[in-house]
């Protein structure tokens, strides 16, 4: 059986603000939708996956198909008709390894068929959900210098944590290695969703669980819980009870372990006070498994 990676995560409580929705006038608005019966705020799941590509290219400096050109706040591209995956030991890209990609194009002569080079993306990354309903909170500015129609403007914020989960099958990668630097992106991420000089929210997991294992199914998305400030996971411990998830498959890491009867459900081994041991952790598992 394949060897399944899985993973939830929550980030710290920040300032939330520019993730565009619609504008209403001179209010930039945020992403919302129905969760549980109220409004929550959101982040699109493309939002974290730019920024992962973006870590891969200028943090951890990899190789990547669609290169960003910050003076021109455009792609450039690489490999564009994505030869490398027509050889078997073919030159690849990261991005295209673990993300996937999809080019349609029409046929030239009429009566063919179009072409479409494709690949399914390994990493399954979920919308981001705020850990507590948005509350309405907006704040107003006036620009400097010539006034016109804009000159008034505001904001929507939200004063929250945002969740959201992964999950990947390694095997299924060109070159399995890459797995680990999905994991090192994830654990360092950090703007995302249109972030710029006015609002900074750390997007980095302050608390993660993650679970390597040869069940198909996560199990564990969106298990965080945010009361009173505190962040626990009180679904999960159910199913690590009931026996669904296997407590051997599960590492935990940041304060969550200390709100939400985990150590009791998985174990002190298994336990970390910070997110970077689990995830060493976690990635000592894969290695062992698979490189």
């Known amino acids: 059986m394949s060897l399944h990676v899985f993973g ?3 980030t710290g409580h920040g300032c939330a603000a520019n993730n ?15 969760w549980k019966g109220q409004v929550y705020t959101t982040v699109s799941a493309e939002a974290i996956r730019w920024a992962l ?3 891969w290219e200028y943090i951890a400096k990899l190789e990547v198909n669609r290169k960003w050109d910050n003076e021109k706040d455009e792609h450039i591209w690489q490999d564009e008709k994505w030869e490398g995956w027509s050889k078997a030991n073919g030159k690849n890209f990261i991005d295209d390894d673990v993300l996937g990609f999809m080019k349609a194009e029409g046929a030239k ?3 063919e068929k179009g072409v479409t080079s494709k690949r399914r993306g390994v990493l399954e990354v979920t919308r981001a959900i705020s850990t507590t309903p948005f509350a309405g909170d907006i704040s107003f500015n006036a620009k400097s210098g010539k006034k016109d129609r804009t000159s008034l403007y505001g904001a929507e914020m939200h004063a929250t944590r945002y969740q959201y989960g992964f999950a990947m099958t390694p095997e299924r990668l060109r070159d399995k290695k890459r797995c680990m630097d999905v994991l090192d992106g994830l654990m360092n991420l950090g703007e995302v969703a249109g ?14 669980v993650l679970r390597v294992s040869q069940d198909p199914a996560p199990r564990l998305l969106y298990c965080f819980s945010e009361q009173g400030g505190r962040v626990s996971a009180p679904d999960l411990v159910r199913k690590i009870t ?3 998830i296997h407590k051997e498959e599960v ?3 940041g304060p969550v372990v200390e709100e939400s009867g985990i150590v009791a459900a998985i174990g ?14 976690a990635k000592e598992v894969i290695e062992k498994h698979l490189l």
């Open 251 to 253: 590492f935990a890491g």
């Open 20 to 34: 565009r929705g619609e504008t209403g006038g001179n209010i930039t608005t945020l992403q919302k939708l129905l």
């Open 242 to 244: 009931a026996g669904d």
């Open 268 to 281: 002190e081994k298994r336990c970390f006070s910070g997110i970077k041991a689990a995830f060493a952790a």
């Open 53 to 55: 590509r973006y870590y």
């Open 195 to 208: 972030n710029h000089g006015r609002f900074l929210f750390d997007f980095s997991p302050e608390s993660v």
């Open 8 to 10: 939830a995560i929550v």
């Open 109 to 111: 002569v009429e009566g």
